[in-house]
C-alpha cells in the first residue's frame, strides 16, 4: 500500500492564480480530511469528507474547495490564491470518522507558497 | 486552536532528563491523539486514549487522559536526541472533526 499520497511536494503560485493539490488513498478510507500548518499554530482544519459525495467544513474554510467524488480521492482547490495561503497542507485519512477511535494517517505534505 | 491548547510551546531539555507535555480541552475530550512530527515532515502516530484514566506506553513514551476527560498528558522518560521534534494532541469532542492543538517543539541536546 502507498499510504496517502500528496502531489505536488512543493509549489510556488502567485497572488490569484488557481490550483488543486491532489490527495489519494488506496486504504479503503471512508473518512478523509484537509490541514494547514501554519508556523506557531499547530494544525488547523480546512474540510473533511466522511465518505464519497459528502464533505463539510472545518476551521478555515474560506478560500478553498473540496470535492470527493471516489473513495479514493480528496482533492483541495484553491480558487484565487492569497499570500495568507502560504502554508504546508496535509491530507489524512481513515477508516471511519474520529469518533470511531481511529488512526488517522497523514500523507506526507505539500509546501506552497503565494507571492 | 483554542479549543485545544498544548503547553509549553516549545522545550528544551539535556539528553537523559524526562518531561512532560499537556494538552488541555475546554470540552469533553471522547479520544484523544498523540501525534509526532520531525521537522519537515509529515505527522507519526504515536498513541490514542479514549477512557477516562487510561493510560498508555510506547517505548519511553507515557501518555495519559485524566478522569475528567479534558486534558492529556505526554510524558518522555531518559530523553535522547531521537525524540526531538513537534509533538501534537488531535482531539474528537463528540463531532466528526479531529481539532489539533498548537504543538509543542522539543528539543534534545546532548
Known amino acids: 500500500?502507498?499510504?496517502?499520497?500528496?502531489?505536488?511536494?512543493?509549489?510556488?503560485l502567485?497572488?490569484?492564480?488557481?490550483?488543486?493539490?491532489?490527495?489519494?488513498?488506496?486504504?479503503?478510507?471512508?473518512?478523509?480530511?484537509?490541514?494547514?500548518?501554519?508556523?506557531?499554530?499547530?494544525?488547523?482544519?480546512?474540510?473533511?469528507?466522511?465518505?464519497?459525495?459528502?464533505?463539510?467544513?472545518?476551521?478555515?474554510?474560506?478560500?478553498?474547495?473540496?470535492?470527493?467524488?471516489?473513495?479514493?480521492d480528496f482533492p483541495l482547490r484553491l480558487l484565487s490564491a492569497a499570500p495568507s495561503q502560504t502554508s504546508v497542507y496535509f491530507c489524512a485519512s481513515s477508516y471511519r470518522t474520529p469518533s470511531a477511535y481511529n488512526e488517522q494517517f497523514f500523507g506526507p505534505g505539500t509546501r506552497l507558497t503565494v507571492l | 486552536s483554542q479549543e485545544l491548547e498544548q503547553?509549553?510551546?516549545?522545550?528544551?531539555?539535556?539528553?537523559?532528563?524526562?518531561?512532560?507535555?499537556?494538552?488541555?480541552s475546554s470540552k469533553t475530550l471522547y479520544g484523544l491523539y498523540w501525534?509526532?512530527?520531525?521537522?519537515?515532515?509529515?505527522?507519526?502516530?504515536?498513541?490514542?486514549?479514549?477512557?477516562?484514566?487510561?493510560?498508555?506506553?510506547?517505548?519511553?513514551?507515557?501518555?495519559?487522559?485524566?478522569?475528567?476527560?479534558?486534558?492529556?498528558?505526554?510524558h518522555i522518560t531518559a530523553s535522547q536526541p531521537s525524540h526531538a521534534g513537534i509533538y501534537l494532541c488531535g482531539a474528537d469532542m463528540g463531532t466528526d472533526k479531529l481539532i489539533f492543538g498548537t504543538g509543542t517543539r522539543l528539543q534534545v541536546f546532548p
Not at chain 1, 31 to 37: E, F, I, L, N, P
Open chain 1, 1 to 12: 500500500n502507498a499510504g496517502v499520497t500528496q502531489t505536488p511536494k512543493f509549489q510556488v
Open chain 1, 14 to 72: 502567485k497572488t490569484g492564480q488557481s490550483m488543486t493539490l491532489q490527495c489519494a488513498q488506496d486504504m479503503n478510507h471512508e473518512y478523509m480530511s484537509w490541514y494547514r500548518q501554519d508556523p506557531g499554530m499547530g494544525l488547523r482544519l480546512i474540510h473533511y469528507s466522511v465518505g464519497a459525495g459528502i464533505t463539510d467544513q472545518g476551521e478555515v474554510p474560506n478560500g478553498y474547495n473540496v470535492s470527493r467524488s471516489t473513495t479514493e
Open chain 2, 7 to 24: 503547553s509549553p510551546q516549545s522545550l528544551i531539555v539535556q539528553e537523559g532528563k524526562n518531561l512532560t507535555i499537556n494538552c488541555t
Open chain 2, 35 to 74: 501525534y509526532k512530527q520531525k521537522y519537515g515532515e509529515g505527522l507519526i502516530f504515536l498513541m490514542m486514549l479514549q477512557k477516562g484514566g487510561e493510560e498508555k506506553s510506547h517505548e519511553k513514551i507515557t501518555a495519559k487522559l485524566d478522569e475528567k476527560k479534558q486534558q492529556s498528558s505526554l
